[in-house]
């Protein structure tokens, strides 16, 4: 089965993580490290009433992240847990995540 994340800032700049090979993250796990980072990372909700969605959460996390924490060697294991994190929290084999239309699609 295909597994696979996508984190985009542009058609040229775009980061995928292939997440066949490597063991699926628990769905509780994932939402823990998820909340962990919006927490660390000091992350702003996307709606004013608040409310944080998971969908929200992973798009608003990589923006914050930056696109260094994709493309630079050094932060490959923060990209990777990332994108294993998105996949099973969202529970979708396949995430694209449109950091500057924060968008993500299935």
Known sequence: MRSQ???????AREYAFDLEEMQPMPSDVARSWL?????????????LSGKVLTADKV?????????P??????????????????????AKPVLHIDVPSMTVSY
């Open 5 to 11: 994340v996508i984190v985009s800032w542009g058609e």
């Open 35 to 47: 909340d962990q980072q919006f927490i660390e990372l000091d992350c702003e909700p996307l709606r």
């Open 59 to 67: 798009a608003v996390i990589a923006r914050t992240a930056g696109e």
């Open 69 to 90: 924490h994709f493309a630079e060697p050094a932060h490959r294991p923060w990209a990777l847990a990332f994108a294993q994190a998105a996949s099973a929290s969202l």
